[in-house]
Nanobody
Framework: QVQFVESGGGLVQPGGSLRLSCSASISIFSIYAMGWYRQAPGKQRELVAAITSGGSTNYADSVKGRFTIFRDNAKKTVSLQMDSLKPEDTAVYYC????????WGQGTQVTVSS
């Protein structure tokens, strides 16, 4: 059974930075495209960043230039560096496959507020 454990969220002021991390219990992690998703209150979950098995990345327009996704296949982790955070980035952040979806983890709360 695939499990994801997200960490690194917290309360940060606008303009601040956070780095989220996710460990995945996927047996052949390196072959899967991975993604970071977020769900804000009252909104649908959305994919904000994805990284292929080869390391190519793609971002939602709302986070492009501010967020960076990267992966460590040896450690089976995927991380999200978030800079220049805005209040509208407030959400619960989750990792999962970018093309193949497994069960969702608990997520990690990110709150951007002064």
């Amino acid at each position: 059974q695939v499990q994801f454990v997200e960490s690194g969220g917290g309360l940060v002021q606008p303009g601040g930075s956070l780095r989220l991390s996710c460990s995945a219990s996927i047996s052949i992690f390196s072959i899967y495209a991975m993604g970071w998703y977020r769900q804000a209150p009252g909104k649908q979950r959305e994919l904000v960043a994805a990284i292929t098995s080869g390391g190519s990345t793609n971002y939602a327009d709302s986070v492009k230039g501010r967020f960076t996704i990267f992966r460590d296949n040896a450690k089976k982790t995927v991380s999200l560096q978030m800079d220049s955070l805005k209040p509208e980035d407030t959400a619960v952040y989750y990792c999962n496959g970018a093309r193949t979806l497994w069960s969702w983890g608990q997520g990690t709360q990110v709150t951007v507020s002064s």
